[in-house]
């Protein structure tokens, strides 16, 4: 841990000089213009900004610990500002002393300062600043001031020769490199071709396709033989392919090696992401009232900036989710045997074949499955009974989808159901996979295994319904040929038999909802025999499908480029790639296929098990606000709903127990009975008892929160942060 904390500071002390040096440049280029003279307008600019300068260099100073950088620009931010306001005329000598005090930080950072001269140049400073002349004779600028620090700044800091550059910047300069890709992959694609074209010219001469790169062919025997001029043909398209394999590999090295130098300018430290969580969790940690320790590792790996970026709000989620619903308080952990104080880890590590690993672990309770099945039952994603025969795995997966949660309450910050949808989507997205091992009473671990860049990709390029699509390698376990003859059923699907254990396939076209003369979701069986299937075995996670394609078109390096809006999140697609003949083809989401699989058996009964009712849902407010209850009485009529009003809990009281409702939404703090009262009491009567409540108040604290969970409402929604259509998703999945 020692070792990584200096780690740390290096890298920022090294970021500060950078920075810093662009403000003493800058520093010192306004100083020598004020001392040339200005008009006063354009002055009062100048001053304006070295005041500005000097006090965003005494705060960098301040966050990298050099004290004495930052005593000396707090000193001189003091006569700047009485400059700005128009107390203070910058002088001679006050100029001198200020172009005294920048040579004097580009010493200390140099570490070549002598500290005894430090005070003095201070004093004067703050005496101009006082409104005192500045006594004494400066030094001639050319002489260095001899400053001797014992701040951390008299260890000179490394230098290394960097630029700053707008990432925007270098996006432009990384895109435009991307689009070199085209060309290095069409040549590489003219060389398929070249080699298809001269495998055809070896199989007319009789030559069996012997010779450069191409695969031996049995002579095809033709009645007469090949003249002179198709012999110098073939001669002649061999030579052009040796020339265009040539161009290729020369092509293909220049682009991979201008693309691998720009893949590693943007790579940054894991320490970029990772450093934003210490007090993240901290502050959370408090919220709950529980005590946790935040441990990172992998900090000082570089990763591609796109896949930080993409991951950033996903990890964010995932340390939320450890804490608020892993970490348990510390008298309950102190029950358990275990140290009051929990741990929070997070592990950025690279893997072999390109990618890396994001594990995110907690110490806590583990998930507990069963809460995972009810919470599935009350979002109506299942029937009780489809959840009872779940096994553990396929509990596990539920938690990735959209609007579950085993919260028992629903606030600003969980509950919502969205977290783990939301992180899956992402790792999905970029091509990556993600599995949840859990251990009762012991803890989480979340493994998030990504591509390390997201530029390129390389896949199995298949056709189904008569278009080209990729699969991604990774996924891809065995192509396979299978005869019609060895498809069977087990449990109303289609499958074969794959090393001893059955094998569920379906047709991809079918899949993908293409047209019935292309392919549909089950296989035909002939009465004639056909030739065999050609079947490719995807994986993702512990669960593999065999998809039934038309062709295998071998394996193809694309140029990747991201879905945007509207077509954000398409079924079974993760993004579009560019062929080396130009051609787009849609790289697949081998998650979303093996989904994909099971809808199309699924019955339809589990979707009837919950049927609409004709009736609108009648819902009853509570609040003794009048502008209140009438906003939320228009908001939710203008939804569809039926809505009642009652002026406090009291009045809320007689209205359940002589009319029907679907829901309430209660104000807290109310006269005669307030709405922790009266979810009470809805709790505590038999007819009432399952009648889903939210809770809108202004009451923000840890405790009423807590309180609301043990009253029993479903949701608790601060007035503070309230949105219009939060409350309506919210009431929309509890009616």
């Known amino acids: 841990m020692a070792n990584q904390e200096n780690d740390f500071k290096a890298r920022l002390l090294v970021t500060f000089r950078t920075e810093a040096e662009e403000h003493l440049q800058a520093l010192t280029a306004n100083l020598l213009a004020l001392d040339r003279g200005l008009p006063p307008a354009e002055m009062r600019e100048v001053v304006e900004a070295t005041f500005r300068e000097v006090h965003t260099l005494k705060g960098a100073a301040r966050s990298v610990s050099l004290r004495d950088v930052e005593t000396l620009c707090q000193a001189c931010e003091s006569v700047l500002s009485r400059a700005t306001r128009g107390q203070l005329i910058l002088s001679q000598p006050i100029l001198n002393r200020l172009q005294e005090a920048v040579d004097g930080v580009a010493c200390l950072l140099a570490g070549s300062a002598d500290s005894t001269v430090l005070p003095d140049l201070i004093r004067c400073l703050e005496e101009a600043a006082n409104g005192a002349g500045v006594r004494g004779h400066p030094p001639p600028p050319t002489s260095p001031l001899p400053f001797h620090s014992s701040s951390p700044a008299s260890t000179p800091i490394p230098h290394t020769d960097s630029v700053r550059l707008d990432t925007s910047k270098l996006d432009a300069l990384l895109l435009q490199a991307e689009d070199l890709l085209v060309p290095k ?19 007319v001469t009789g030559d069996g396709g012997r010779g450069l790169g191409v695969r031996d062919q049995s002579p095809t025997p033709f009645p007469h033989p090949p003249t002179p001029a198709l012999r110098m043909l073939q001669a002649q398209a061999e030579d052009l392919l040796r020339h265009l394999a040539g161009d290729q590999r020369t092509i293909s090295r220049a682009v991979d090696g201008l693309h691998e130098e720009l893949r590693r300018t943007r790579l940054t430290p894991s320490s970029t992401v990772l450093d934003l969580f210490p007090r993240m969790v901290r502050d959370l940690a408090r919220t709950h009232g529980k005590e946790i320790e935040w441990v990172a590792y992998g900090a000082d790996l570089k990763v591609d900036r796109k896949v930080l970026e993409a991951m950033k709000e996903p990890l964010i989620h995932l340390v939320r989710n450890a804490i608020d619903h892993g970490i348990e308080t510390p008298e309950v952990r102190v029950e358990a045997g275990k140290s009051g104080r929990g741990r929070v880890t997070v592990t950025i ?20 499955l069963g809460r995972v099945k009810a919470a599935a039952v009350r979002a109506r994603l299942l029937t009780a009974e489809a959840a009872e025969v779940l096994t553990g795995d396929q509990t596990l997966d539920l938690i990735f989808r959209s609007g579950l949660s085993t919260s028992p309450i629903v606030t600003d910050l969980s509950g919502h159901g969205l977290g783990l949808a939301i992180v899956k989507e992402r790792a999905e997205r970029l091509g990556g996979q993600i599995r949840i091992e859990t251990r009762a009473g012991a803890g989480t671990t979340v493994r998030t295994i990504l591509p390390a860049t997201i530029t390129t990709f390389r896949g199995l390029l298949v056709q189904a319904g008569g278009q080209p699509f990729l699969l991604p390698t990774e996924a891809v376990k065995q192509a396979i040929r299978i005869a019609h003859d060895a498809i069977e059923h087990v449990e109303g699907r289609e499958a074969i038999r794959w090393n001893g254990q059955p094998l569920f396939i379906a047709r991809l076209s079918g899949l993908l909802g293409l047209s019935q003369e292309q392919g549909s979701g089950t296989i035909p069986h002939p009465p004639s025999p056909n030739p065999p299937l050609l079947c490719v075995i995807v994986t993702s996670g512990e669960a593999q499908v065999g998809l039934l394609v038309e062709d295998i ?14 077509l954000v999140r398409v079924k079974n697609v993760a993004a579009a790639g560019l062929l080396g003949t130009g051609q787009v083809v849609l790289i697949l989401r081998p998650a979303d296929l093996l989904r994909s699989t099971q809808e199309i058996t699924r019955p339809p009964a589990e979707a009837v098990a919950y049927e609409e009712k004709d009736r609108q849902p009648v819902l009853l407010v509570v609040d003794d606000s009048i502008t209140t209850r009438t906003m ?8 569809g709903y039926q809505v009642k009003v009652a002026v406090d809990g009291m009045e809320a009281w007689t209205l359940l127990n002589t009319e029907e409702f679907d829901l309430v939404v209660s104000d807290v703090d109310m006269p005669r009975m307030d709405g922790f009262d009266l979810t009470t009491r809805i709790r505590a009567d038999r007819k009432l008892s399952e009648l889903p409540v939210v809770l809108v108040t202004a009451l923000e604290s840890r405790e009423n929160k807590e309180r609301g969970i043990e009253v029993g409402a479903n949701a608790y929604i601060l007035k503070s942060s309230f949105d219009q259509s939060s409350l309506l998703e919210f009431i929309r999945r509890l009616v």
């Open 632 to 639: 939320e009485k228009n908001l939710l009529e203008a939804a």
């Open 349 to 368: 590590s690279s893997l072999e074949g390109g990618r890396i690993e994001i594990r995110v672990e907690d110490d806590g309770g583990g998930i507990d």
């Open 185 to 203: 992959l069409a040549a590489e694609e003219r060389v398929r071709e070249a080699r298809a074209l001269i495998e055809a010219l070896r199989r």
């Open 553 to 566: 078109l071998g394996d193809r390096e694309v140029l990747v480029k991201e879905i945007g809006p509207p």
